[in-house]
């Protein structure tokens, strides 16, 4: 190879590296940024292969059931009525290709510890920003209305997010803003729901005339009583709180296999895996969300499974797992008034009349399923008996459904040859990784193991593979966790 060439070529390898740095950066704040580095570091690496001509390329043991599973959604798009739907539902599968970014590009153990240690510190600055929301504030609640105000649209249980452009989060701030206005300039203000407040596109302007309101020294001399609103459920810098519960989840299983792992778990990384553990689970916790929770519980469990090998200690697990399930059972009835399954919540009735109208659709369209996004966009043409009964448009809360409907039987068993794939490597993982010396290995493979098997648990009662923000957390996990089994194999030790 020529210098310039060299050149280029070790130039383009740092720019890829700095760019996958950039992905775990904004990963844990960032859905559309993320797609932006992902897109740079996948361009800046092509265009090194073509250099080298895929020089320095090794074979993993998911590459085979990747490429069915691309291939197999890829002929169930093109069979789809809505052919541009489901090109556009492709996007989605094709982010898989995360796994071998970061599998060919992952130099070494120490590189693999570094990437995993800024996500770790950028997923904390989340934690620290949702703790702040809920001392801050993230608006003002409506606890009355009357008068123009009412007549506007304000309503009881409203938060104001936003007066004329700007945040609110006091009723000073209120008082002062309709202080500093002129009068005949009217009041334009950003409103959500209160159950509404995590997903921001359900904003809605609200504009209260001019005269609707004189000088007053408090809101109640205006006909409305504000208090400040906080966060019903965390939601860290996304915009829903079930995506931010199944990242949480997924970073707590790590740094709780990295714990356990470490073999010294008061020492100076110890203290730290177990920090950041606690700090995950408590903003979990503030997601209220039960499948995340569930999922935890039981990534903490596999990891205790395969660490101890003890029958008694074993023995145990189940009893404990059962305890814990129970104990978020009773934390969840306390802050949401549902138990973790309760036939009187909306959302359980939901979810079964639309797994229902799932096994329907696939025993209708078995072989290519009925496109991908079809049932999004065009929704009425398929019955569903949760769209006549609820105002929600939404998914069929189960991964392997929602696979199975919009790509047929055949991109399901593809999935699932995929995942059961990357599952054996994982456990072969742990076991290789257990008698190195580099213990961070065997603590991230044990994190990974168990993230892998708490985030399947959930996604069979939510679309967790629909959702880009964690899925590509979980690609990325499983394209580091390749890379750390090919510099295992190679004894590549930092």
Not at 161 to 183: C, H, N, T, V, Y
Not at 194 to 206: A, D, H, Y
Not at 279 to 306: E, H, K
Not at 321 to 342: C, K, N, T
């Amino acid at each position: 190879m020529g210098t310039t060439a060299h050149r280029l070529e070790k130039g383009l390898q740092a720019a890829t590296t700095v760019f996958l740095f950039l992905y775990v950066i904004v990963q844990p704040a960032s859905i559309a940024v993320t797609h932006i580095f992902y897109a740079c570091a996948a361009v800046t690496w092509l265009a090194r292969l073509l250099i080298v001509r895929g020089r320095g390329l090794h074979r993993g043991p998911l590459d085979l059931a990747i490429l069915i599973y691309l291939v197999v959604c890829a002929l169930a798009a093109s069979q789809a009525p809505m052919l541009a739907l489901s090109l556009e539902g492709m996007r989605k599968v094709a982010l898989v290709c995360v796994v071998l970014l970061f599998a060919q590009n992952v130099t070494s153990l120490t590189r693999a510890r570094q990437l995993v240690t800024v996500l770790t510190l950028s997923a904390l600055v989340t934690v620290a920003w949702s703790l702040w929301l809920y001392s801050a504030g993230v608006g003002l609640k409506v606890i009355s209305s009357a008068g123009a105000w009412q007549a506007a649209g304000l309503a009881p249980g409203d938060i104001i997010m936003s007066a004329d452009g700007r945040g609110i989060a006091e009723p000073r701030q209120f008082l002062a803003r309709l202080g500093a206005k002129r009068d005949a300039e009217p009041l334009q203000l950003r409103v959500v729901p209160l159950n509404s407040i995590e997903v921001m596109k359900n904003e809605r302007p609200v504009t209260v005339p001019s005269d609707a309101w004189e000088r007053a020294t408090n809101a109640g001399e205006l006909g409305l009583v504000l208090e400040k609103a906080r966060p019903v459920r965390a939601f860290g810098f996304y915009s829903h709180y079930v995506t931010y519960s199944m990242v949480m989840a997924l970073l707590a299983s790590l740094m709780f296999g990295l714990w356990l792992g470490s073999g010294r778990p008061f020492s100076i990384s110890g203290v730290f895996f177990a920090g950041a553990f606690l700090a995950f689970l408590l903003v979990l916790g503030m997601t209220l969300t039960r499948a995340a929770w569930v999922a935890l519980v039981l990534a903490c469990t596999v990891q205790l499974w395969f660490h101890f090998r003890r029958t008694a200690v074993r023995l145990l697990l189940p009893v404990g797992l059962g305890l814990a399930v129970l104990l978020a059972s009773a934390a969840m009835y306390r802050w949401r008034g549902l138990g973790m399954i309760d036939l009187n919540d909306p959302g359980l009735d939901y979810r079964i009349l639309m797994w229902t109208d799932g096994v329907r659709l696939i025993r209708e369209h078995p072989w290519f399923g009925v496109g991908m996004n079809a049932v999004r966009d065009a929704w009425w043409q398929f019955d569903l008996q949760a769209y006549r009964k609820y105002p929600l448009r939404s998914h069929f809360h189960s991964t392997p459904i929602q696979i199975a409907v919009e790509s047929g039987i055949p991109a399901l068993l593809a999935w699932s040859f995929l995942m059961l794939a990357y599952g054996k490597m994982l456990v072969q993982l742990v076991a290789r990784a257990r008698g190195e010396r580099d213990r961070w290995a065997y603590g991230f493979a044990l994190g990974v193991l168990g993230g892998t098997a708490g985030f399947l648990a959930s996604s069979l009662v939510h679309y967790d593979f629909g959702d880009s923000v964690v899925i590509f957390l979980f690609w990325f996990l499983a394209g580091t966790a390749l890379a750390v089994r090919h510099h295992l194999e190679h004894k590549e030790m930092p």
